[in-house]
């Protein structure tokens, strides 16, 4: 069964940095993008980047010179390397796979960007 578990969250402190990771199962992970997104408290899930089975990177204009996605397939895993993090960046992040038409969601971890 398709299964993604994100990890690497927790509180930095302004312009401080992130790695979050995601490792999946259940698919093939080489031929599908995957994505990570976030959720703030009292708003909409939304996208930060995105990255295709070819490596194709896609990023929001918020994280656009700060973030970096990338996947080691041969571990299954996508990552969300997070520079120069602002309170901006608050929010539960969620790795996401689209996979034979569904969608696919981790249990989320919490970045808290704070001093």
């Known amino acids: 069964q398709v299964q993604l578990v994100e990890s690497g969250g927790g509180l930095v402190q302004p312009g401080g940095s992130l790695r979050l990771s995601c490792a999946a199962s259940?698919?093939?992970?080489?031929?599908?993008?995957m994505s990570w997104y976030r959720q703030a408290p009292g708003k909409e899930r939304e996208l930060v980047a995105r990255?295709?089975?070819?490596?194709?990177?896609t990023y929001v204009d918020p994280v656009k010179g700060r973030f970096t996605i990338s996947r080691d397939n041969a571990k299954n895993t996508v990552y969300l390397q997070m520079n120069s993090l602002t309170p901006e960046d608050t929010a539960v992040y969620y790795c996401?796979?689209?996979?034979?038409?569904?969608?696919?969601w981790g249990q989320g971890t919490q970045v808290t960007v704070s001093s």
């Open positions: 259940g698919f093939t992970f080489s031929n599908y993008p």
């Open positions: 996401n796979s689209r996979v034979w038409a569904n969608d696919y």
């Open positions: 990255i295709s089975a070819g490596r194709f990177t």
